[in-house]
């Protein structure tokens, strides 16, 4: 089970830590992503970092200013959002796969998500 906070309402330029939690003994094996949906649109990836923390991928849209990290022994995922843009608008997941040691970038890849929090950028 996956709970992601840490949105909110926040000024463009301005800058958001989301985190996602696991209850999960074994999380130290799981890939995490993050992925987010607006209004209309289709879920769409953002970011991705392996279970060692060793490798992140990110989505072109946030390259530069989204940067993930993982603690391990607190079970968390951060994604640390900087230079926040009004279309980073959208509800965020997290999302959770076992043993892989490589980033996936696509929703089916993923076997537990998150409820996901709100983020809203005011321009």
């Known amino acids: 089970q996956l709970q992601a906070s840490g949105g909110g309402l926040v000024q463009a330029g301005g800058s958001l830590r989301l985190s996602c939690v696991t209850s999960?003994?074994?999380?130290?094996?799981?890939?995490v992503g993050w992925f987010r949906q607006s209004p209309g649109k289709e879920r769409e990836f953002v970011a991705a970092?392996?279970?060692?923390?060793?490798?992140?991928y990110y989505a072109d849209s946030v390259k530069g200013r989204f940067t993930l990290s993982r603690d391990n022994a607190k079970n968390t995922v951060y994604l640390q959002m900087n230079s926040l843009k009004p279309e980073d608008t959208a509800v965020y997941y997290c999302?959770?796969?076992?043993?892989?040691?490589?980033?996936?970038?696509?929703?089916?890849?993923?076997?537990?998500w998150g409820q996901g929090t709100l983020v809203t950028v005011s321009s």
């Open positions: 970092i392996t279970w060692s923390g060793g490798r992140t």
């Open positions: 999960a003994r074994t999380f130290s094996i799981y890939g």
């Open positions: 999302a959770a796969k076992a043993y892989t040691t490589v980033v996936h970038t696509t929703t089916r890849e993923y076997d537990y």
